[in-house]
């Protein structure tokens, strides 16, 4: 008989430092992976930053705006609320315009989007956009154009002294 075929045969150990290694990778991955989806800890809240500027948008762009969000309010900026009365941005039972508050500080901190136009998209809109720049947590934009460029655009109006008849 062989002698060699009675050798035992070693099996090959796999080394307990890999085995160890393995597990904290694993152990490490599970831990981070519980913190993003909550499980060990709340996780981080979405903090709001406040608006630090304003930007202009066309009167497409608003109107698109308009239809596709819930969260904005459309401030009509033209110096006499005469020209509000007489007709302004909106369509009976979605969105209407409003005239700026009497104090400023009605909107700020909101989380909402503002829509600001005057009557030529200049300085009545942009003068009111700067007034809450740092006080607001949504966008501050005004149309551009203003509400003659809404108008050209046939886009939705309201004429207060005609649906009181």
């Known amino acids: 008989m062989n002698q060699e075929q009675f050798k035992p045969v070693k099996k090959k150990k796999t080394p307990i ?5 393995v597990i ?12 993003q989806l909550g499980i060990f800890g709340e996780p981080e809240p979405y903090v709001p930053v406040l608006a630090s500027s304003f930007s202009s948008i066309t009167a497409e762009e608003a109107y698109d705006l308009i239809n596709t969000s819930s969260q904005y309010i459309i401030i009509d900026s033209r110096p006499c609320p005469c020209k509000y009365n007489t007709e302004h941005i909106g369509l009976n039972g979605s969105f209407e ?33 700067e007034r809450f720049i740092n006080h607001i947590y949504g966008k501050i934009c ?19 002294e005609s649906s009181d008849n």
Do not use: Q
Request: proline share 6%.
């Open 142 to 160: 005004y149309i551009e154009g203003g509400f003659s460029s809404w108008k050209n655009n046939s886009f939705p109006t309201i004429r207060p």
């Open 97 to 129: 315009a409003t005239l700026p508050p009497d104090n400023d500080s009605e909107l700020y901190n909101l989380t909402i989007d503002l829509i600001i136009y005057d009557a030529y998209g200049n300085l009545d809109a942009t003068n009111y956009c």
């Open 17 to 21: 430092l890999f085995i160890f290694v």
């Open 24 to 35: 904290i990778i694993i152990a490490g991955a599970a831990v981070v992976l519980g913190f």
